[in-house]
């Protein structure tokens, strides 16, 4: 069924378009959720949350965006949203860029790969992507884990694309940093 034919049909209130529509995109709505709060349980809120909302507002989507585009966007809304209740967030944009220069640089080709893909060298990454700050770990996950493109990132995510590319830029820099401390025994 495409895309369009799944809106018209969740406009009329067919329970079976919601169906198709949770089983195509409720996951990439979870992981993304989950890469942001750290919490599997509020993970789950998200999810449910996001589809409550596309329930409660497909009458107004507009179809002028993808609807796994509109997914993540609520999704990242409500993330964000659930963030700052937490406590407050440093902002990003007043950071310098002078401080995302990093002070150890590995050159990466001289590492073996069974090395870089080893199950503690894994834990290593997962931990620097981890300690990303949300805004930043957001980018990255859509970016580089789940493939989007630069103009679908910024639509999610509500900034510009010159935002976007900045950001993961950032991010990509602070985990060359933090894996490079990690790497750097194995260039010696």
């Not at 950071?95 to 080709?109: K, L, V, Y």
């Not at 090395?115 to 931990?127: G, N, V």
Request: charged share 25%.
């Amino acid at each position: 069924m495409s895309e369009h034919d799944l809106i018209r049909a969740l406009k009329a209130g067919d329970s079976t378009a919601l169906s198709i529509v949770f089983e195509r995109h409720s996951n990439q709505v979870y992981r993304l959720a989950v890469s942001l709060l750290h919490d599997e349980q509020q993970a789950d809120g998200v999810v449910q949350n996001t589809f409550l909302s596309l329930i409660k507002h497909i009458d107004s989507f507009e179809e002028r965006a993808k609807l796994g585009t509109w997914l993540y966007r609520v999704a990242y809304n409500e993330c964000m949203s659930r963030l700052r209740k937490a406590k407050p967030q440093v902002d990003i944009e007043a950071m310098q860029e002078d401080d995302m220069i990093p002070a150890c640089i590995i050159d990466w080709q001289s590492i073996p790969e069974v090395t870089i893909t080893s199950h503690e060298a894994l834990e290593q990454m997962d931990k620097a992507i981890q300690a990303l700050s949300p805004t930043l770990r957001a980018v990255f996950n859509l970016r580089d884990v789940e493939e989007l493109s630069t103009r679908e990132t910024a639509e999610i995510l509500g900034i510009s694309e010159s935002a976007v590319k900045v950001r993961l830029h950032r991010a990509r820099l602070a985990l060359r940093e933090s894996l490079s401390n990690y790497f750097q025994e194995y260039t010696n």
